[in-house]
C-alpha cells in the first residue's frame, strides 16, 4: 500500500521562528509532490509544489525533496500567526501501468500553530 | 472565477436516506476527484474521472457511486446513507494534461448521517 507519513503535531513554534513540516513516502515511482494549507473548516490550498530533488523557494516558503531518501520537506521562515493552519502533504503515486490520472495521495496532516 | 463548486455546502440525513452531492468546474479541466476528509486521516479518494466519459474507483469507494455528466459536472452519490459516511467531502479538478499538475478543491460538503 502506498503511504505519505506525516507527524500530526501540533508543531508549535514562534512568531519569527521558522517553522518545518517533514513529509515521507513509500512509492519510490512518485514523481511529483505538493504542499496544501488548510485552515480550520476551509478547503486545502495549494502553496507550494517540488517535483525535482533539492530546495524550491517562494516568498517565505521553501519546499525540499530528496527521492532518495523518500522526504519531502516545508520550510515557513519568519512564521506569522496567519501561518496557523493544517499542512497537507500530497504525492502524485502511479500505477501499476505508470499512469496515475493526476491522483494523489495525502498524509494525515501537521497541524502548526505560530503563537506571539 | 468560480473554480470548483460543491453543493450543497451543508447537509442533514437520516441513516438509509440517499443524497447527491453536486460539483463543477468551469477551468475547462479533464480530470475530476471526489475525496472525504475525517478527523486525523488526511484526504481519501473515493473515486475520479481521469476525462469525460471515465470514471473509475478510488480507496474508498464502497458505499459510493459516481457520474461524470459531461466536462463540467461530476456527482457522487449515496444510495442508502450510513453514520459511517458522516464526513466532509471534497471535490477537486486537475486539467489532465502534464504530472506536474496540481488538483483545486471546492469548498467542501459537510455531511451528517444521523
Known amino acids: 500500500q502506498k503511504e505519505v507519513e506525516q507527524n500530526s503535531g501540533p508543531l508549535s513554534v514562534p512568531e519569527g521562528a521558522i517553522a518545518s513540516l517533514n513529509c515521507t513516502y513509500s512509492?519510490?515511482?512518485?514523481?511529483?509532490f505538493f504542499w496544501y494549507r488548510q485552515y480550520s473548516g476551509k478547503s486545502p490550498e495549494l502553496i507550494m509544489s517540488i517535483y525535482s530533488n533539492g530546495d524550491k523557494e517562494d516568498g517565505r516558503f521553501t519546499a525540499q525533496l530528496n527521492k532518495a531518501s523518500q522526504y519531502v520537506s516545508l520550510l515557513i521562515r519568519d512564521s506569522q500567526p496567519s501561518d496557523s493552519a493544517t499542512y497537507l502533504c500530497?504525492?502524485?503515486?502511479?500505477?501499476?501501468?505508470?499512469?496515475?490520472?493526476?491522483?494523489?495521495?495525502f498524509g494525515q496532516g501537521t497541524i502548526l500553530t505560530v503563537h506571539p | 472565477n468560480a473554480g470548483v463548486t460543491q453543493t450543497p455546502k451543508f447537509q442533514v440525513l437520516k441513516t438509509g436516506q440517499s443524497m447527491t452531492l453536486q460539483c463543477a468546474q468551469d477551468?475547462?479541466?479533464?480530470?475530476m476527484y471526489w475525496y472525504r476528509q475525517d478527523p486525523g486521516m488526511g484526504l481519501r479518494l473515493i473515486y475520479y474521472?481521469?476525462?469525460?466519459?471515465?470514471?473509475d474507483k478510488g480507496e474508498v469507494p464502497n458505499g459510493y457511486n459516481v457520474s461524470r455528466l459531461n466536462k463540467r459536472e461530476f456527482s457522487l452519490r449515496l444510495e442508502s446513507a450510513a453514520p459511517s459516511q458522516t464526513s466532509v467531502y471534497f471535490c477537486?479538478?486537475?486539467?489532465?494534461?502534464?504530472?506536474?499538475?496540481?488538483?483545486?478543491f471546492g469548498d467542501g460538503t459537510r455531511l451528517s448521517i444521523l
Open positions: 477537486a479538478s486537475r486539467p489532465g494534461h502534464g504530472h506536474n499538475q496540481p488538483q483545486h
Open positions: 477551468m475547462n479541466h479533464n480530470s
Open positions: 474521472s481521469a476525462s469525460e466519459g471515465t470514471t
Open positions: 512509492d519510490r515511482g512518485s514523481q511529483s
Open positions: 500530497a504525492v502524485k503515486t502511479s500505477n501499476a501501468g505508470g499512469t496515475s490520472y493526476g491522483k494523489l495521495t
